[in-house]
């Protein structure tokens, strides 16, 4: 029995949809279709959140599946009541752990080389858009590109993963007003760049 019954039942106007945590305690029991759904629910904002990390779609994909075979080797760990942001919030910490632990085992001359950038692909400028839009939108990868780590990873959760900022806070394990100080100084860094180009 490898589907997962339907995880959206309409039913007099209510709609049930299987937490995340309904699935997990499924897949702990062996049943390989729930974890198939976590997935399939995670896949597009994590491998965006991974990729405007390490700017490289095939290093991204690689963590991904790094990210998904530590999420199954210590699914035991994951307890709902000590992980205030849920499923979400573990896994995505455990990806920012990927990427930083990536980070680590390079030395900085091999970052450069490698050109771990925020901008996952090179644009090429559409004639239907204006050249201003994308001189302004490679301006404001760049300067995203150019933040610290912590506050890079709060503005990719937040506008790239669409997270919570309860949820970019257990990600990343730390208080509520860290990740809020994290963004504000975030958001400040951007405008004084954006506005020296300007």
Known sequence: ???????????????????????????????????????????????????????????????????????????????????????KAWLFRIATNKVNDLWRSRSRQRKLEDGLRLSSTEEVPDASRPLVATEQAEKLKQAIADLPEPQRQVVCMRYYANMRFTEIAAAMGCPLNTALGRMHKAVLKLKQALEADS
């Open 1 to 87: 029995m490898d589907e997962l019954p339907q995880t959206t039942v309409h039913s007099d106007q209510q709609q049930f949809v299987v937490s995340d945590e309904a699935l997990i305690g499924r897949l702990r029991a062996g049943e390989q279709a729930a974890g198939d759904e976590l997935v399939r629910r995670y896949v597009q904002p994590l491998l965006a959140y991974l990729q405007r990390l390490t700017g490289n779609t095939a290093i991204a994909e690689e963590l991904h599946q790094q990210t998904w075979l530590s999420v199954l080797e210590h699914l035991d760990r994951f307890d709902e009541k000590r992980s205030p942001g849920g499923f």
